[in-house]
């Protein structure tokens, strides 16, 4: 038993600020270490334990992972099993595995067993006699695992094919040794090709989208995409491998895989939705009717598992109809209601089935400018606004037993805080239950009575609470100390400017340099994103500021960054405002940021640089040649260059067809504006990016050769749309390298 | 009727030696004019006609082009026709085709016709009555152009198979206009596909083949390639292209161009050649045999068009057979000779065969050391050397009617000259013909009575004179006036300094700068190139330097260019030194250098830049990164990095297979060097390169990645192994630009 163990250790934290902080970052740090030892500590798997008050997560005991249980109401703290136990019960199972160093993550079933999954296979520890069972296992080469808990069914995806395992039972001739297996029993469809695909992620992601398989309630059906790209264009992704020096090996030509991707206004791939039913061992399609390059969207089976809902959206992502189609026969029912907007609607979150009254059920929408909560009958009738007001509902976290309490989580209007919010059904009132500003979130117990929270903030690293239900705060369960305590302190300033046009209130990041001297001049770089879903600035720690930005500003650059409009959390108005010309406005708001720099004393305006990535490097592309003479130096990774080049999905959403916005694409088109070019910019590209595909920037070295314009570029071979991993050290060292010979 | 004319313009050239040189090159001049306007002016299709003892010229008269003929013996010119005539003849036979503002290059057929080929067809001019007569056609997408004059027939090549046309018939139902057309009566091949070809050079233009078809003497047969690729590896080629910004079109993925590419140590293409027989309109395959690998070069018909001649060379290029075939039945006959080498044998040139005496032929051959000449007999049998000495006969001009004398060009056993020899076959004693050292040019006249040539030194632009057979000068046709007379001088230096092994004298090549003042400290720009068949420093204007090094030497650089062991014209020691091992001895040499350069007071020894493409891209990279303390900065264009990536013809001769000699491929692959980099380094790769693929930096480029090394990068999309264009402004204004940058 410990108790308050981790507190206590948290709280060494706050005697650490007598360090001297003369210690500078290196960019190794910065990129290697920002999000681990140089990131505030976290409080590792927390998590409630179902059908009880208690919660756990994993901490360490002299050097070694235990997994601890807290009691919330009595507050005593037990630790009840260590990495030695679990790796003596995962040993005795798997004679062949060897021992962890770390608890896989783990899913409470109930207080005495919990669920993990290793290596694409799940079990169960059960921790009254600490032994392991296979529950569901894939072959190692399956992906889209999807695993159903109350019928231990395992769905999962393999050479375009979908399959269910139940029991972790294989077939008898399967031998994973020899590479990939198909297990035939499991077999859910058959048909499955390069052009043809089932169970899989469709319409790249967006729409909130990001499986293909959805589990009815309690598990006996299985509603699954299908998706043909027979028909969208193919790119050629180049594979770029060494030699291998130390054999006698040949080399030979680079080889090329092919990536099926469908580009603005044209072609587009084309999902179905297909249903297998358990029982019936049958598959069946879905009855969707209307034009197939449509988007199928938020599937959702009706907690009685009787009917399937689908967010259906026309391809011009103007009009969305929320569907009911028979779950047993796959046919129509109806359209619950319909939604559109003269720019475009964007579902993003399945229905919410309301506990106690299965007949009513919860609906995202920002009809009313903000993402709020409505409820609605089965019959498509809206009852009731639940929500309102200037701020953001980002998601539901849970409703109470009883069904009269929802909780979720919303922005402050301002967009830079997240709380958490308790809504009174009835009253439709809600209450947020937090007290300090920062980016909340939370997790509550299953009978609602408590709740665990992690808070961050500018100037809170981060922090772990117990509260009750209210927000009555019961204690702290863990603080992170600042983990760039001994380093040399660069002052981080949130605040908002007014855009040009007085619409809007843009937020502002500023990192001042390591021993600010507000009598001296120092160049300034500006970190930009500016593109739809993303918002760079949050009162979280660092204010969301990479650790290479503060890394910068350690080496005596500002740093700037300014969430323009066209970003998120800021309601509809704000993000639409982009329709059909990105990068206009969002160049006006940035510009905003640049007088006001100049305005700033100590600010060398003859050194301003600007760098970003994907939508931030068409920011920063366009920075450095609509306005040639503001900055000086420009890094642009992965920009897009020309909409017409991106994917049908996000482009169209925002900028409708090229054969419809001509004059939007043509002014969005940033080769137009290459022989503007005065400062020096360098353009870095993944060669394998398969979101911005590398022809983006090809071209535009084609056109700058084509104007004469003299340009820097840069490519990472074998990475896609960001350069991650130890190659990023890479990376962020060439920007830093950039900008310091040129700024 | 203009009596000596262009004598008068070329000497004003020699009083233009007042102007202020105060005039600096820009980048766009050396490189846009350097081979135009800012070039010694040439005297245009300078040529003999046949059957007299005139010569003509193309020059212009009052801004016009005019051909003038000048007769030998009297020296009378005459100006026999100018622009406006052609034309009218011209525009009389082609309604629809526009004026020419040049003439097209003509070939005198006798004293009163010339030949000349637009538009992939062939003319006849009639000067008597001042007609043009179509002689043969091909399709405008027709290739491989090859024109008979005995017969007029135009063999061609068309998506793969070959083409004869005759008298410039064409098929009733074809119509160019439509695009490509196929004329099937002039079909040869009809089998011809994407991997197999006729008609067509093979083996990527080594072994002096540049071309697919070999016309017998008198025209009768045709002997040509064909060319089976199907066992070869694919590489595929991007082609990047800008969108259309002014219309409404969509964008497009990238797409590819496949290129069948050989690398060393794989499988190879195989050649076969094949004979068409126009009497018996049939066409049969010669009866080569052993290894499909092997090559087949050197294709020679005897005069009297009974036999075929190849020089059959095995894939390991040490041993090459003179073979003889029936040039009736395509069987083989024998082997006239073999010669083998324990490094390489590199058979360049065709038997020619002696006049007067057709049961005797000459044969080039490195066999002594140099290249010379040596007569043989028809059953193979040597009858004597003809040549000899420490210099390269680089190609035989002519012989005399009565086959006693035989011209040559040869170098000076520095290399640095080459000199027009008179040759008495009988004696076989070679006598130069020329007085001043330079590069001459020779043009012997039908009869042998008299010589034209072209000379060009150091301190010659360009220089044209009349000679007779033993080199007497009769008079000077043209002078051309020093091109860069109005900017600021740079002396040029040649000398040559001694190997570290002391075993070679290597010539240099000095560029100092403007204004050079020798207690100053200058920073060096070296170029290099450094492969075999190839040859930097020449007695030549510029010293053999393109102008872009003289603007570089005006900016202030000292400009030092070296050849190293394994460049021609230096005898078959020089060259083959390097076998086995590429980049080995040749940067020993260029080290050499710059010991020499460290050695001198007005170097800065600190601020060495190299700069070099292909091999010479490979020797820059070297020099970065194999003695890193030596340059500070770098720029590699196209770069060879590992040679089992680079092509079988060229590769397997240098270094064997890499099966066969690991260590010296491993001790050449770059990439084991990239680690050491210290210095700023710049590879450039043209996208398209279908010569030093792409991938050879993109490997680089991923292996600096992946050793933590910061370089820089720059691709030319679309071009390949060279910028070639007006886009060659930008390469040389980014290159110029990072030497100024960073040295």
């Keep these: 038993m410990i108790r308050k163990l981790l507190l206590a250790i948290g709280l060494i934290g706050f005697t650490t600020s007598t360090f001297a902080q003369t210690k ?4 190794e740090d910065a990129v290697s270490k920002g999000r681990t030892t140089l990131a505030p500590e976290r409080l590792m798997q927390l998590q409630w334990i179902p059908q009880s008050n208690s919660f756990s997560f994993v901490t360490k005991k002299q050097g070694k992972e235990i997994v601890v249980i807290e009691n919330a109401t009595t507050q005593i703290q037990d630790s009840i099993l260590s990495i030695e136990d679990f790796n003596s019960a995962w040993t005795n199972l798997n004679k062949n595995e060897k021992a962890m160093n770390r608890f896989p993550f783990i899913t409470w079933v109930n207080t005495s067993a919990f669920r993990f999954s290793y290596s694409n296979a799940y079990y169960l520890f059960n921790l009254s006699n600490k032994t392991i069972k296979l ?33 972790g039972a294989v077939d008898a001739n399967e031998n994973e040794a020899a590479g990939q297996v198909i297990s035939k029993k499991d077999m859910i469809t058959k048909d499955g090709n390069s052009i043809v695909s089932y169970g899989k ?90 034009d197939p390059e449509q988007y199928l969207t938020n599937i959702c089976w009706s907690p009685d598992e009787e009917y399937l809902y689908i967010a259906v959206l026309n391809r011009d992502q103007n009009e969305m109809k929320l569907q009911m189609f028979d779950g047993t026969t796959g046919q129509f029912i109806k359209t619950l209601f319909t939604e559109t907007h003269p720019k475009y609607v964007e ?23 903000y993402n709020h909560l409505y409820l609605y009958n089965n019959k498509g009738d809206q009852l009731k606004q639940l929500t309102k007001g200037k701020m953001v509902v980002t998601d539901i976290i849970t409703i109470d037993p009883k069904g009269a309490y929802l909780y979720y989580h919303a922005t402050s209007t301002d967009g830079l805080n997240k709380f958490v919010y308790r809504l009174d059904l009835k009253s439709a009132t809600s209450t947020c239950i937090n007290k300090l500003e920062g980016q909340h979130t939370g997790l509550i117990s299953e009978d609602g009575g408590y709740v665990l929270e992690q808070l961050t903030s500018a100037s809170i690293p981060r922090r772990y609470l117990l509260m009750d239900a209210k ?35 843009l937020n502002v990041r500023m990192i001042l340099p390591a021993d600010f001297d507000s009598t001296r001049k120092y160049p300034v770089l500006v970190y930009v994103y500016g593109g739809p879903h993303a918002q760079m600035i949050t009162n979280s720690w660092l204010g969301g500021a990479d650790l290479w930005l503060y890394y910068m500003a350690q080496q005596g650059y500002v740093i700037f960054t300014l969430d323009n409009r066209g970003s998120m959390n800021r309601g509809l108005e704000f993000e639409n405002a982009t ?66 080049m991106y994917e049908i999905m996000y482009t169209e959403r925002y900028m409708d067809i090229p054969q419809n916005n001509p004059e939007g694409y043509h002014n969005a088109d940033l080769t137009n504006y290459a022989k503007n070019l005065k400062g020096k910019l360098l353009l870095i590209h993944g060669t394998n990016d398969n979101v911005v595909l590398w022809q983006h920037t090809l071209t535009y070295i084609k056109k700058c050769v084509d104007e004469g314009v003299l340009i820097d570029y840069f490519v990472y071979p074998g990475h896609e749309h960001n350069v991650l991993g130890p190659d990023r050290v890479h990376l962020m060292r060439k920007i830093t390298q950039y900008f310091k010979e040129n700024l």
Excluded at 144 to 154: A, G, I, Q, V, W
Excluded at 223 to 231: D, P, R, V
Excluded at 473 to 492: A, M, Q, T, V
Aim: glycine content about 8%.
């Design 471 to 505: 927000g009555k705060e019961i204690g702290i369960l863990f603080n992170s100390i600042n983990p760039i305590r001994e380093y040399k302190d660069c002052r981080i300033k949130l605040f908002s400017i007014p855009s040009t046009d007085k619409l809007a209130s």
């Design 135 to 167: 529950l569901a296992k894939a072959p190692k080469e399956a992906e889209d695992l999807d695993f159903e808990p109350s019928t231990n069914r395992l769905a999962y995806t393999l050479l375009n094919n979908l399959f269910v395992n139940e029991n």
């Design 347 to 369: 579902p993003e979150k399945p229905m919410y089935f309301v506990k106690n009254d299965l007949s009513k059920f919860i609906w995202f929408s920002e009809k009313d400018g």
């Design 579 to 644: 329709f059909r010309n990105l990068g206009k406005l969002e160049i006006e708001d940035q510009l905003a940021g640049v007088n006001y720099l100049k305005s700033l004393k100590y600010v060398d305006p003859s050194r301003l640089g600007v760098y970003g990535w994907s939508f931030g490097g068409f920011m920063s592309t366009s920075l450095m040649t609509k306005t040639p003479d503001v900055f000086k130096v420009g890094v642009a990774g992965g920009p897009v260059i020309d909409w017409r």
């Design 24 to 27: 500078l970052l290196t960019v």
């Design 201 to 290: 992620v469709v319409h790249r992601n967006e729409f909130g989208i990001t499986k293909g398989t959805f589990f009815s309630t309690n598990g006996n059906k299985l509603a699954y995409y299908q998706l043909s790209e027979g028909m969208v264009s193919d790119y050629k992704l180049m594979n770029v491998s060494l030699n291998d020096t130390a054999s006698k090996n040949l080399s030979k030509p680079t080889d090329f895989e092919n990536l099926k991707y469908p580009m603005a206004g044209n072609k587009s791939h084309q999902a179905n939705v297909w249903i297998y039913d358990f029982k019936k061992k049958r598959n069946l399609q879905v009855a969707t009717t209307g």
